[in-house]
């Protein structure tokens, strides 16, 4: 939708994804940042009513309640249950901060800090078309506070589409073309690591992650105007 301009289509189909909002609401403020007013009025509009769809369904109590429950895990790093929350199992800046500073008090605001200043890096890129995209995807899965080894999926749609226009462009013609490739490579074999690594130090996925995101974000501003194969 977004390759052919139906940016109000594209924000709706976004929104239907809020479910997973940790990677969503990233998304959202990229383009908002980006002025993509078309696509940001239908995204505000598909998630007003979905929310509305949803306290309706689950009662304004059990609403409440999910809303405390999501605030005291994000505090306690815990799950209602008792059972501690893995936070150095997820390929995120948030693992990667917990996972090398440890239970230290400035894993929190360590994070907030290195996830803004990737979203302002990110909003300072201005992408065109369906390169917003390939750009807020990997950023919203760098960013996102919680992201586990199968929420990894939603990185197959930038690795693949963004490998297809660098091939087609030719890799070794811009800077940061290699880097990307390897980086996107690493992330597609990166659930092997979990037979090699111990599980609590799935977090150094993150680094690939953060380079891919960094690469994926001065290619794609490089390869402006430059045709897609998968284009007609």
Known sequence: CMQQGREYLAGILVALGLFKFQFVIPVALLFLAWRRWRFSAAFAISAAMLATVSVWIAG????VNYFRSVIQI???HGLSSG???????????HGAVSGIL???????PLTIAISAATMIFAASRRP????ALLIAIPVSALVSYYMFIHDMCILLVPIALTLDRLTAAGQTKYRHGRLQI???????????CMSFIPS??????SLPLLAFTFAVCIVSVQLRGTPSPCEP
């Open 102 to 108: 440890g239970s230290s008090s400035l894993v929190l």
């Open 60 to 63: 304004t109590e059990q609403s």
């Open 128 to 131: 065109q078309g369906a390169e």
């Open 182 to 192: 390897r980086t996107a490579a690493l992330l597609f074999v990166a659930p092997a």
């Open 200 to 205: 609590n130090r799935f977090w150094v996925v």
């Open 74 to 76: 994000s505090v306690s």
């Open 83 to 93: 059972l501690p929350l893995p936070v150095d199992h997820m390929a995120n800046l």
